[in-house]
Structure formats: C-alpha cells, structure tokens
C-alpha cells in the first residue's frame, strides 16, 4: 500500500463552493491520509481535468477521490483507465439536496471525503480472468428453420458453428409445411417456403459443422469453454464451444385433449398442422373419403387462451389460418372457408393479410366454438348473430392448435431433482393479480397449480443448480426482461425462436441473428475477460478465500446466474465466465470470503465505520442507506437534480445489486452507533425488476432474518428496513427518507452508539 | 346488376347469396372487407331506428340470412347522410349497398307489403326535395299521413301534436310558406339530367 | 470467400431511442466502433417518454440507465445529439454520410447546474410533455436527460433574455454562435432505427380531440402517469384537474384503417390496459370502458389482458366509437354500436384516451434517402443495402424492437468485418 498515494480533489463548482467549506474538507482529507488535495472552480473542464493528469504523471498519484458532482455524470471527462477512482458526490447528494452553509451539510460532505478515501484506499484495479484456452466456436442446438439461421448469422460474422439436430435430417417443421407467411409488401400472398435453400445454405457454409441423429449428453464448462458431451447416434464425442444458441423450436399442442372440438370424433377434424402436411403435398384431400373439401371450417384458439390448456396466446394461428385458408381457395376459388375467431390477431402489416383473405372470401365468424361433433356440426355461439348457430355441410375441421416450447426434450423421461424444479418454476407468476386502490389484494394463484414442463433437460449442464436452462411460467425459455430480451439467466446460453415465445418465422429469423450476436459478443468477452450485460466490460469476478470458507454453499445456491459450483469437497468454484458481477455472491457469505478487487466485503465495512457518528447528546443520528447502484442511486440522483430536501442525517453508499449486501455490513453499522440502516433496491417478487434477477428477493429473505438477530441485540426491529424503490422514485424518495428518520427519531438513539 | 335473382341460403354461412351480393351490389366486394366494428351503425343518424343497422346486416349477409335481410328496414331507412362512409376504416360504401339492396328488395317482391309504409314516406320525401328542392317537415308529414287516407292524417296528426309544437318552439318546423331554393328551374334540369343518367344505368 | 474488406469499419446508428440505443450497444461490446446519431437533445426517444412498460409496469428509465451506464463506459461509442442525417453515398462497406447537427447553443462545459434556467423567464411548449406544459427557454430536456446538458429554445436566441442566460452561465457553457453545421463521417454500415411518431390525433375529426379538452391521446396519458409530467403523476382531468370516474379508452384510433393508418399499430391494446391499470391505481371509485374492435394481446401477453379482465370496473366494449360529442357540461360523449348487444349507445366520460397508431418518423424521407419502404413507410431491411431496427421497419413492442435492434446490430457486424458471402 505504501507506494500508493491518493489524491483528493475539491470542486467548488456548481453550488459546492457557496455551501461548502472546502477549508474543512480539506483539513477532512488530510486527517484521512489523502497524499495531495487540489481544489478548482469547475473540475470538470478541460483544466479541471489537466489538473488531475499533471499529478498523476508529476506527483506520483495513484488513486483519485473526485469531490465533486455524481459518477453518474461527467463520465467521459473523469476517465482514467487502470486508476482506482470514487467519485464522492458532494453535489447531487449533498449540496443540492440540503441547505448551503448549513452544519449538517457541511457533516455530509465531511463523511463523503472519509468514505470516499476509505473506499479507494481499498480498491485495486481488476486484473480480469483470461487465462486458458478460449472457443469462439458458436454451438447451435437444433436445425430447424431458427437454428439454420443463427448457424448462418454467426459463420457470415467470422464464427465457426456446430449445429446439431437430433432427428435425421435438417428443416424440422417447416420441412413439412406448406408456403410460408408474407413478410415483405405487399403482404397479401403466401410466400413459396424456402427451407429447402436454407439447407443448401447450411450445407455449403464451410463454417458449419452439421450433426444430426445428435443430441447432447451432457454440457460443464463456462463461456468460451463450453465442454459439450454428444450422443451421435450411439457414439459419444467431445467437443468445445464458446457459447450455445438454443433453436429447439415448438411442438403443436397434443390435439386429443381437444376432443370437444371434435379431434378423433371424425377423421375430418384435423389440426393446423395436419392440414399443413396436407397442403404441402398439394392438392388437399379430406383424410375421410379422398375428397377435395368445398368447405372447411377453422377453430382459432383450439387450446390455446384457455387456462384448462395453453394460456397464452400462440401469436401465429390466426395468419396461419389465413394462410391456409387462401392456399385452399388458390386451389379451389370454390372453397367456403370460415375462421371462427374470439379476437382476430393479425399485428402490424399482417392487417392487410387479414383483408386479403376477406377480399377472396374467407368469412370471420366472431364466437366461441361450443362443440364439434362427429358429422363437422360446428355449434357456434355467434357473438355478432347474438344467436347460437349450427354450422353444417362443413367437408373439413382445422383446429388451430399452438405452440408448445421444446424447452425440454419432452419425449424423454427425466427425474427432476430437486433444484430442477425450482429452475422450472422459480419465476414471476404472470397470473398474479393487479392490485388497485380501494380494492383489497386479491388472491394469488396457487404456484402448485402451474403446469411444470416434464422432460429431460435440453443440455444437462453440470451446473450446481441443475441440469435446466431456466424456464418461465408458461415453459418457454424467455428472459423476463422487456428492455433486454436476451437477458439469460444462463451467461452464454441463448435461445431463440419459438422456444423463447411464440413467433412466427419472420420474427424467428430475427431472433436468430439476435441470439447469434449474443453468442459471438459472449465468446469475445470472455475471451477478454470482461462481464456481459448489464455490467458489460466489468473486469472483476468473485474471488474466494478459502482458508476461511465454512463450505456454507450458501453462493452456490444464491447465485442467480448459476456461475458457482462446488468440487468435490463441497468447497465453491467460481466459473469467471458466467459470473455477472452481481456481487449476490458476496453478500451471501456470512464469513466474508468471497471478494471482488473492487469491491468487497472489508471495503464497504471500512467506509461504514468511517462515518463519525455523533454522540447521542448531539441529537444528530446516523442512518446508513445501502442504494442499488441502477434504481435507487439515481433517484437519489435525481432528487438532487431536483433540489428535492431531506434530511442531513443519513449516509448513502452505493452497491451493485442489493444481492451484495452483506447482513455483517448492518451488525457493522449498529455496532459504531448508526441508528439505523435502509436497504434502498429494486422491486423484488413478482413482477420484480431487479436486472441481477433475484438480488433484490434474496436481500428480502436475508432481511427477514435480521429482526430475530436484532431482537437478540436488544434492538428495535423498526431500525432496520428494506425500501422497494424505482429510478422512478425521485419526487417521493425524500420524503420516504424523511419518514423512516422520523420512525428512527421516535425509537431514540442507538444504545450502542458510543461503545 | 347483371343477375336478377338472389339465391337464398339453405342454411346459415351458405356463401351463395353473400357471394351473390358481393358480386351483383354495387360497393358488394368492398363489403367483403368489413370487419364488424360497428362504426357504421353507431354513425347513423336514425341508428335507433333500424332492425338490424348496417354492420349487423352485413354480417346477416354473410351467415346467408336473405329473408331477414331482404325484409330488414334497415335498407329502407338510411337518409344518406353518408357519415357511415365517410368513417368506415374499410371504406365499404355502405350507403350504395343499401340502397342497392333495398332495389333488390323490391325486385325480388319482399319490398311490397312490409316496405308500404316507407315507400309512402319516400315518395312523400321525394315531392318535397323535388318541388321544392328543400324538405319541409310539415309538408312531407301532412303528405305522408294522407297517403293513408284522411282519417289516418287526422288521426296520426293528432297524435303528433305536442312533437309539431315542440318543433315549431324550437324552430325545427316553421309554419307559413314552405321554403325553396331559389332558382327552382336550374334543379329542375338537374333531377332531369339525374333521371337520364339513372335510366341509361340500369338500361 | 474473397472480402475486398470496407473501407471503414465504424457502423453508424441512425436514432438514440431504445431501438438505436440497443444497437449501437451490441455493436459496440461485440467490439466495434460505433457512431450514434440522436436529432433531439437527449438519447432515450419515445421510451423515455413512457411512464411504465407492459406487462410488468416497471419504468422505461430503469432499463435506460443500464444502458446510459454501459454507453458510459464504452469508449467504442460515440454519442451525437441534434443530428440528422442529410444524405448517404456510397455503398456496403463504404458509406459516406452527411450528418446536419442543428444547434444548441450550450457547449460541452454545461455542468447542468441550472443558473442558466433561473436566468431565463420565457416559458416555451415542453416537447418532452407533449406540450402539455410549457419549460423555460433554457431547460434540461428531462431529469434522465443523457447527455446531462442543459438546451436553449431557438425563440429566444437573439433577444436580451439570451444574453442574461448567456451571462448567468459561469461556465462559458452557453454559445449563442452556435449554428446549424454539417459534416460527414465515413462508416462501413448504417443502421436505420428512426423510430416513430403518434398518429396526429387531430386528423380523427370525428373524435373532436382538438375541441374537446378531456379527450386526450395515449401518449399524453403516459406523461399525467409519470412522476416528472405536468400533473406529478396523477391522472386527472385537463379541464379541470379533478380525478376523473369515468375514463373511456378507445382503440384503432387511426390504426387499422385505411383513411388513417391501414396497418395495426400492435402495441396500442396492451398500452391501453397499462392505462387502465394506471387509472386504476390512482382511483378507487373510476370505471374504465375499452372500446375496442379486436384485443390483440398477443402471445404471453394474453395474460396481461387476463389480469386486467379481472378487474370488475374494467369494462370491454367491442365496438369501435362513431363520434365524440361534447355534452352539456362539456364532458366528452362517446357515441357508437356496441356490436356485441346491438345497443345504440351515448356515454359520457370524465376522460377520454384515444389510442393513437405509431407511423414511422422517417416518413417522407425515405426517398429521398433512397431506403425502400412498404407503403405505409416502414423499411424493409431485407431489400435494403443498410439495416433497419426497431420500430423504422414495422409497428413493435420495446421486446421486439430490441430484439430486431440486435439482430440489425449483427447485420451491420457482418457487413463491416464478416467474410463476403456467395
């Protein structure tokens, strides 16, 4: 430590100056060890800035403390790579939000010099993870139409790709179908479908390696060194990838369990994709006698939208059904063709696909299908008749049945241990009911009742928490987020297609080259040992002390990411690669071994206890406000920006995710004598919007430890609380500060303060 | 028109007569495009007025309803405001199809006996707008009620009463001379070139 | 195999809104250098105008700071705002871009302390809330504003009041020369993500927008909703700042037909039943009637819809309204045919919501940019030599618009350093 040497600087600008007594600051800093303390007007010019550069090449300077507006702002001026810097916001989250001149204000910016000082004092620059070999191989699981394409995004990228499908040939579904769905202007036609020229396209690309009859027996390893077991038709192999795009496809719904739309009551009644094998081996015939069909009816929904069997919306059946609708009258313009539709789902430009097909006839019938039976009576409860009509003289059936996601190798049994069953169902409930004002909270629906995927795990990784690439609610394997799509709770592992939601093959093709992306940008990162998203480029990872490590297994099992496993020894190994950053980790371990060489458990603790802490006759009280560094820092931010008041008294340090709060870090702070401690994070739960997943959830479920541990300290339990805050939050952040000091001003001081 | 008669649906969604209108009315093939919003029905000025209104009628069309189509008052009771065009997101000229179906009414015989009533309305309407080139509420009423016979104008005259004050107070009837355009010679060349063209027409 | 390789391998981004953003990102972390150009003066476009997303009512902002944050410390990207596009030459591999940079008249020394604001006393429109409300001639776009400088509105640029700001400024941040300037930039592909604008909601004549003051669009609900909007977040009546008890949204307001917008704008639907639960949030006693022609809640959006259904005073017409009156005591009347029952009916509402369309905001350049479009203006990428993203190529959701962004962002990877194919 000896050869470093921290250099303080003051900005007066922006309001720092007026309210501020830079003299006391300074005195602050060099009572804190600070090898040099500069001031200037407005550090953030270009002089300011000159300033900074000259001490570090003159004056030996290794570390900055940077006094002056928030690390949110002003990032591209204050840039100095390789040097550990802390930006102590004296502007933001002190002198615009509490009064100039003022004593208590002046205590704040005091403590901020101390934390700060503290903070980087302890901070090393991260060396990243980068040794051993790296695969910039792109595995692709699937060949069907999706993962065609993702083989072909990333070898025209520069990649070389495996591509592995488990039947006996390429093109999976769309090999039987029929023409596809238009996706360029005019949108009015059935497009020729072009998977044969997909698997030309495969097939020619000198970057891709094709297996089929081939599944994976097993996958271990992490980013840019995927080890991947393969069972090609008996005979097993090894090989190495970068990263595994998922492209299992979709299955149609078992149709027999829709045998009160008449599936099996008639060999006429036959599903969607029935009739798109029929339809691809032109010149449709009715299974029954041979026929041509003069009238065909189509039952949308068939399965899906109804909570008795699928209960989302499968997106696709209702063009398809156009689709087929207009390949029959292309054949036939004779053909009666009839959809029987609760709401008609024609998005975007497919409208005008909608209004070709009325163009040439089909008939939209608004209703609900009561029954099929097995003479094609369509009992239809006509919305817009207002009467119940029997649809009779029908020569075919099609039931629009949907998609469900090949999540699972679902015709292979598998027995779920049980962290697998957490995988597939440890997710928001998108059945969970809205609360409204006035209205009492509803019930939530009953989580045992969800359906669970049954089947063997797609790529049987031999990771600590199991074998399942994570599923959401409704099986398919998305990522909850809305803002980043590829957000996977697996680092390297993407999916794409309808595995990932119901899509149709435009949005598919997209999807590919998306996950593709994914998958090469993952290789390169890890590669050079930088973090993905969210804390993209991030170089540090979690490094575990072993002497100290009572092998609780509690990081293990936190980690929302699934990057650490045990060895044989119950003892953690952190995989680099997959780890986020999170820090969910660090908070987990209750003894402290596990640090980043940025951010740690010691570092935290040390600019926790280097706030002073009045004594109780003071009447100032301390409150420590640990922020997520992506929702409640910067509303925090933001109600400075605001110039939004609250009060003096507490002190906020920001954190990584709420995940990487450490409970020592509360007994820390109550021990000095703070008389209280706010966890400021994201929405946990359902709905949650913690972008680490469950960081927020875990720091609830640690918290609701913390009262027992408090009682047994002879502590209120009101001391302690968790805030759900949003970045949305910064008109009402101050007075739920102000209203949490005011519940610490009625319970009195800490009775440890001063010990 | 180049077929003269409508097929009637053996049962409900035959397509033959809904094909048949798509084909032989006048704005038929934009209808098939009409979607069930309703905007047209809700657009309607006299939309409490009518059995069926427009959207449910197209729809009655398609499940192959003839009968209840073709005896519907809904084609006899659209005053052409053409609001219901104007606003139709498909642009399904609604009010030709009305009218165009309320002729074919009369050709296939459904228009007689059931439609009398607004037939004797339109004809009084049209003594109005001719004569005058204006409607005059009073004049088309009076009209209208006599075409019953006398002791019909007196009797439905009467119970009018209070609807003909509350519209003289409100100045929606006036009393006196009725009003006309003011040069009653050039309408009068008008409605004759219109008539020459409506004959050429329809041959 | 043979690539004569680009000339340059910069990849520019037309558009800083959620989809350009998106792109630029995956670009860059995939190692790439990137150029970002935003026409207004902050990045963040119609996403950060939003209060909340669908399905999960989480804030845009939330998502937008991970982004602003990675952006932050990305040396590969670099941010322009105020900047258009005039004019592309060039090809694959080699384009040459003229890029127009209107002006601003704050400098890159803005430290956004605000003297500037409280020197000046003309209030101008506030784009940022529809103009709903109006903002001092020198203004911080919004509180996520990123970059975080401040913007001076041309109307007061030349008059004394400039001068004042100009002087308040301690930072010699404020540059009343500033002028419009064009520049090119070599890139070796482009990357469309223009985005989109409302449908003009005045155009809907019979729904009396412009006459009527409670009828409102869905994108000036999503500013009443949010916290930094003219109302603090509440919604209320513009007419009279009273919570409204009566709130009708209606759809297809413009969308799905042909006299408007002949596509379906996709996102209108569940953007409703986001407003409905807003509605509901705040008022206890209000009933909200969608008027709507077909619910498109779309795959597992369906159960979005669901949990909105649920609620008893969240009401479902099918019917697509005729007209909005104005009633006697100026409330708005919706009138039309409720489908379903056949009822005539005439409604009148607290508040009215009209779910307008999106139409693609390159629209009428398109040509003279040379990018193909359908007929409605979206782009279609696959006949183009460039890539499009986001809502420039079709009516998206945020999910689907970062997705297409993604996608784009490997189409322009490929064409600046991919082996040339075939």
Known sequence: ?755 | MTATTAPAGARKYDLNFARWVYENVDGGERMAKCMQCGVCSGSCPIGTQMDHGPRKLFMMIRAGMKEAVLTSNTIWNCVSCYNCVVRCPRQVPVTYILHDLATLAVKEGYAEAKQADNARFAKAFWWSAAKYGKTDERLVTMKYYYSFGFGEFIKRGRANQKIALGMIKTKRMHLGMPHKVKKGGELKAILAKAAEIEAKKHG | MTNQGPSSQTILVVGGGISGISAALEAAESGYDVVLLEKSATLGGRVAQLNRYFPKLCHPTCGLEINYQRIKKNRRVSVFTMCEVDKVAGGKGDFTVTVKRAPRYVNTRCTACGDCAAAAETEVANPFNHNLDKVKAAHLPHEMAFPMRYVIAPEVIGTPEADKIKAACKYDAVDLDDKEETFEIKVGAVIWATGWHPYDAGKLTSYQYAAIPDVITNVEMERLAAHDGPTGGKVLRPSNNEAPKRVALIQCAGSRDYNHLAYCSRICCLASMKHAAYVREQHAEAEVDVYYIDIRAHDKLEHFYRRLAADPQVNWIKSKPARIEAGEDGRPVVCGENTVTRDIYREPYDLVVLAVGMQPALNGRATALELPVDDYGFIVPEEAAVSAAGVATGPLDVSMSVQSATAAAMKAIQAVSGRARQ
């Open chain 1, 1 to 755: 430590m000896s050869d470093r040497k921290t250099g303080v600087y003051l900005c007066g600008g922006c309001g720092i100056g007026e309210g501020l007594s830079l003299d006391q600051l300074e005195s602050v800093a060099q009572e804190n060890k600070a090898g040099l303390c500069r001031r200037h007007d407005a550090l953030c010019t270009e002089e300011g800035v000159a300033l900074i550069e000259a001490d570090r090449a003159n004056e030996g300077v290794t570390d900055l403390v940077i006094a002056a507006c928030s690390p949110r702002v002003m990032t591209d001026r204050f840039r100095f790579d390789g040097t550990p810097m802390v930006r102590a916001n004296l502007r933001e989250m002190c002198i615009w939000s509490h009064p100039a001149g003022d004593e208590d204000t002046q205590m704040i910016a005091d403590d901020q010099i101390r934390m700060g000082l503290a903070q980087v004092t302890r901070m090393k620059t991260p060396q990243p993870f980068t040794e051993g070999e790296w695969s910039q191989r792109i595995l692709v699981l699937g060949g069907g139409f999706t993962g065609m394409r993702a083989a072909l995004e990333a070898a025209a990228a520069g990649h070389e790709v495996l591509l592995i499908e488990r039947s006996d040939q390429l093109g999976g579904f769309a090999r039987n179908a029929s023409k596809d769905l238009p996706h360029k202007p005019p949108y009015r036609e059935p497009q020729p479908n072009e998977i044969g020229k997909l698997v030309e396209a495969v097939q020619a690309d000198d970057l891709i390696t094709v297996k089929t009859n081939c599944t994976v027996a097993k996958t271990a390893g992490m980013p840019g060194r995927f080890e991947i077991d393969l069972d090609q038709g008996g005979t097993a192999s090894t090989e190495t990838v970068g990263a595994i795009v998922i492209a299992t496809g979709w299955r149609p719904y078992d149709a027999t369990r829709l045998g009160h739309l008449g599936y099996g009551a008639s060999p006429d009644v036959v599903t969607n994709v029935e009739m798109e094998k029929l339809l691809a081996a032109g010149g449709v015939t009715r299974p029954s006698d041979g026929k041509a069909p003069k009238a065909v009816a189509f039952v949308q929904c068939a399965g899906s939208r109804d909570p008795e069997h699928l209960p989302y919306c499968s997106s696709v059946c209702c063009s398809v059904s156009i689709k087929q609708a207009l390949e029959l009258i292309e054949a036939d313009p004779e053909t009666s063709c009839y959809i029987i539709f609760d709401e008609l789902r024609t998005p975007g430009q497919a409208e005008e696909f909608y209004r070709a097909a009325q163009e040439k006839g089909v008939i939209f019938i608004k209703g609900k299908v009561k029954s099929v039976d097995g003479s094609l009576k369509v009992l239809v409860d006509d919305a817009l008749l207002q009467e119940e009509v029997p649809m009779e003289g029908l020569d075919m059936v099609v039931l629009a049945t949907g998609m469900v996601p090949n999540s699972t190798v679902a015709d292979q049994p598998f027995e779920n241990p049980e962290p697998a069953v957490i995988q597939v169902t440890d997710d928001i409930d998108p059945r969970s009911p809205l609360t409204f004002a006035g209205a009492e909270a509803a019930e939530k629906a009953d989580p045992a009742a969800r359906p669970m995927m049954a089947g063997a795990p797609l790529l049987n990784l031999q990771y600590r928490q199991g074998p399942h690439v994570p599923i959401l609610a409704d099986g398919f394997a998305d990522s909850h987020y809305i803002c980043f799509p590829y957000e996977t709770r697996r680092t390297g592992i993407y999916t794409a297609g309808p595995v990932r939601r119901p899509m149709d093959s435009h949005e598919a093709a997209q999807d590919a080259a998306g996950a593709a992306l994914k998958a090469i940008q993952c290789v390169r990162n890890a590669q050079s040992g930088e973090a993905v998203h969210p804390r993209s480029g991030d170089m540090s990872y979690p490094i575990v002390n072993y002497n100290q490590c009572t092998k609780c297994r509690r990081c293990t099992v936190e980690c929302p990411f699934g990057a650490i496993d045990e060895d044989e020894k119950d003892y953690p190994i952190v995989n680099p690669s997959r780890c986020r950053r999170c820090g969910t980790c660090m908070g987990a371990c209750p003894v402290r071994t596990i640090s980043f060489e940025n951010y740690h458990p010691e570092m935290i603790s040390s600019m926790i206890k280097s706030v002073e802490i009045p004594d109780e006759f003071d009447e100032k009280p301390r409150i420590l406000i640990l922020a997520c560094e992506n929702d409640a820092y910067p509303a925090l931010d933001m109600a400075g920006l605001n110039r939004e008041q609250y009060s003096p008294y507490v002190r906020i340090i920001p954190v990584r995710c709420l995940g990487s709060v450490s409970l020592l870090w509360i007994s820390d702070a109550l021990s000095v004598g703070y008389d209280g401690v706010v966890l400021m994070g994201c929405k946990p739960g359902d709905d949650y919007q913690c972008h680490f997943v469950k960081g927020s959830a875990m720091a609830k479920e640690r918290m609701s430890k913390v009262g027992e541990t408090l009682k047994s300290m002879m502590l209120e339990e009101e001391r302690v609380t968790q805030m759900e805050i949003s970045i949305a939050d910064s008109k009402a952040i101050a007075k739920m500060i102000d209203d949490f000091v005011e519940t610490i001003d009625s319970l009195g001081p800490n009775p440890f303060k001063g010990f």
